[in-house]
């Protein structure tokens, strides 16, 4: 399939997929695996080591000491928790070997925040016929969610109605009019893509231009140049946090100031909004919640974030809130599924969650057996004084 093709299918399945039957209806291996009398297994494989271990590596301390808590609280039902955590390098070969692992050698219950929409389309296939969930992966990806089945779960909008609303708010609320895409070349950068292309259309306008590149890319002077040449006003970025500061900066620096950039939830990094010398200044960003702040969050989120503080030795960042949340959601489904806990009655648990407040101050969290993601709702946010800033709630796609 050549790479024209890609997005243009991409833009052709962002329209609403009508679900045949509910997720409880499908075909599925309901089973006890990582279920004990005395323990529940949940396995993670993220990014420790890679491109993207700015998330991994908070999300992953948030799950250990939320284990950590709960454990020391009696567990959920009698039950202790016992997490493993892999780290798949934000590559996709040792993402399929880390699931993998999880899944057949410590047999997992679940899977919960694994990093990556290429790894996790690549070790999903053997995990759903395992029977085992996946729980709140760090990607928007639309495939970890759709098409509907009863084993994905996500937290948050996805990345096509990330994009599509910040695409709709330029054009109504800027004017914008030449809009261009710039995106990693991978499954997670052309569905953004895919996005923004279905969303111009819609609006009765063309891209006027698009430049794709490796993850691993270090220079994108004539990518940069030749988006300019097209008199872009608008580059929607399906980029993470290095290949959107690169890509920003380098505009920047050639003199190219008439022009935004916003990216999606994977570049609402502090890496971005605080880069050296305010670098990054004017950049937008499509987030989930305002940055973490004591005052502003929960008691309970308050009390944690604290307690994270003093562990890790370092300040919560975003990533801290997302992995917060999805521990929250994950240990409330666990609870409701009672103490007969299957991989059913997870299931159930979880499409019974119905507005479920977010810590963070990020839209309220809910799901039903025709929807599995917990949001359609984001919020768009820009760097001022290297700090991200709200800029207001983004429209419904």
């Known amino acids: 399939m050549n790479a024209l093709r890609i997005p243009l299918l991409l833009a052709a399945s962002l329209a609403a997929v009508p679900a045949a039957v509910t997720a409880q209806q499908q075909d599925v291996v309901w089973n006890t695996q990582g279920v004990t009398k005395n323990e529940i297994v ?20 948030v799950a250990r000491l939320r284990v950590e808590q709960i454990n020391a609280a009696g567990g959920i039902h009698g039950r202790k928790l016992r997490l493993v955590i892999e780290d798949n390098g934000y590559q996709v070969p040792r993402a399929v070997q880390a699931a993998n692992k999880l899944i057949n050698s410590d047999k997992v219950f ?60 330029f054009v109504e609320t800027r004017g914008k009019k030449r809009i ?69 900066t380098t505009a920047r620096k050639i003199g190219w100031n008439d022009v935004d950039f916003v990216g999606t ?38 009390a944690f974030m604290k307690t994270y503080r003093e562990r890790y030795n370092t300040e919560p960042t975003i990533q801290v809130g997302l992995g917060y949340m999805a521990m929250e959601l994950t240990l409330e489904a666990l609870r409701k599924a009672g103490p007969n806990l299957t991989t059913k009655s997870l299931v159930s648990a979880l499409e019974g969650i119905r507005n479920f407040p977010d810590a963070f101050g990020g839209p309220p969290h809910g799901f039903s057996a025709e929807q599995h993601f917990s949001s359609r709702e984001s919020v768009l946010y820009q760097v001022k004084g290297r700090q991200w800033v709200r800029v207001g709630p983004m429209p419904k796609p």
């Open 180 to 248: 261009c895409s710039m995106y990693q070349d991978t499954d997670f950068g052309r569905e953004i893509h895919g996005g923004a292309l279905a969303q111009v259309r819609l609006m009765g306008l063309e891209l006027a231009a698009s430049s794709s590149h490796r993850p691993t890319d270090t220079d994108f002077t004539v990518a940069i140049n030749r988006l300019r040449e097209a008199k872009c006003d608008l580059v929607t970025m399906g980029s993470i946090v290095r290949d959107t500061i690169i890509a920003y």
């Open 265 to 302: 939830a994977a570049s609402y990094d502090l890496a971005i909004s605080g880069a050296e010398g305010g670098a990054t200044e004017g950049y937008y960003t499509v987030g989930l919640f305002d940055v973490p702040n004591e005052k502003t969050v929960t008691p309970q989120a308050a």
């Open 42 to 61: 949940l396995g993670m494989h993220t990014d420790l080591s890679g491109v993207a271990a700015s998330f991994g590596v908070p999300v992953s301390n």
């Open 110 to 169: 679940a899977i919960i925040g694994a990093a990556g929409t290429p790894m996790n389309n690549a070790a999903l296939p053997a995990q759903l016929k395992s029977g085992v969930p996946n729980l709140f992966p760090v990607s928007w990806a639309r495939a970890m969610a759709e098409p509907l089945h009863p084993l994905k779960f996500v937290l948050y909008a996805s990345y096509p109605d990330q994009i599509r609303g910040a695409v709709k708010w």
